[in-house]
């Protein structure tokens, strides 16, 4: 309950912040964070979804607030969510070790530390779960968790009511729902895309063999890449 109730205040103080930005100043989100050397708004969500993806133990308590409570609602936090989840994929394919390995501090012959070497060719993502132990399998079961009930894209068919449709934001920045629908196909397409680039776990290869044909086929602009 205690983890449930951080992420609403965090995600509640973050809105706080956009709106107060967005309605005492022209200057974006992003230039502010630059400005007075923090990170911007919309990269804190980012931050939190890592925490939980990285953690010893997977919480599904708090992975079913986010999904219910946010990602449903919001287009914007939709948007945060595959944008992250698709480069998580994506670093861990590139770094990720099959089973747990032993770490050390050693430097390079330029004196660039290991981690820091890893860290610049693999991003920030893939060290992190290196540093912190979380193997190949872990990250690919974490992250097609929360991908397997993200929503699935307007069909071609329902394009028009869906352009109708007034979806909410979580964070008032300068864009608006309907820019985030406009990249929410490609988004969805790219994020499964990553993710079945990973080795599938022997365990997910029937439950991946049954989602696929409905839910992500359907939505592929070129399917047999998938």
Known sequence: KAQLGAIRLTLMLLKDEAAEIN??????????????????????????????????????????????????????????????????????????????????????????????????????????????????EEIFERILALLKEVREPQSSASKESEDDEIDNVWLETSRSSKQYRKEYARLFQEAWLKLLGLRVPLAHCTSLLQLLPTKVIPHMGRPLMV
């Not at 022209?26 to 953690?55: H, V």
Request: aromatic letters at 8%.
């Open 23 to 136: 309605a005492s100043t022209k200057m974006s989100g992003q230039k502010l964070a630059r400005l007075f050397g923090l990170l911007p708004i919309d990269s804190r969500f980012p931050e939190l979804l890592t925490e939980l993806l990285l953690a010893p133990r997977w919480n599904s308590q708090v992975a079913e607030c986010i999904l219910s409570e946010y990602v449903v609602n919001y287009a914007d936090i939709r948007h945060y969510l595959l944008s992250h989840l698709r480069n998580c994929a994506e670093q861990a394919g590139k770094a990720l070790p099959k089973e747990p390995v032993v770490r050390t501090c050693e430097e390079t012959p330029e004196g660039e530390t290991q981690a820091a070497k890893r860290k610049r060719l693999n991003g920030p993502f893939a060290e992190a779960a290196f540093q912190k132990g979380r193997t190949h």
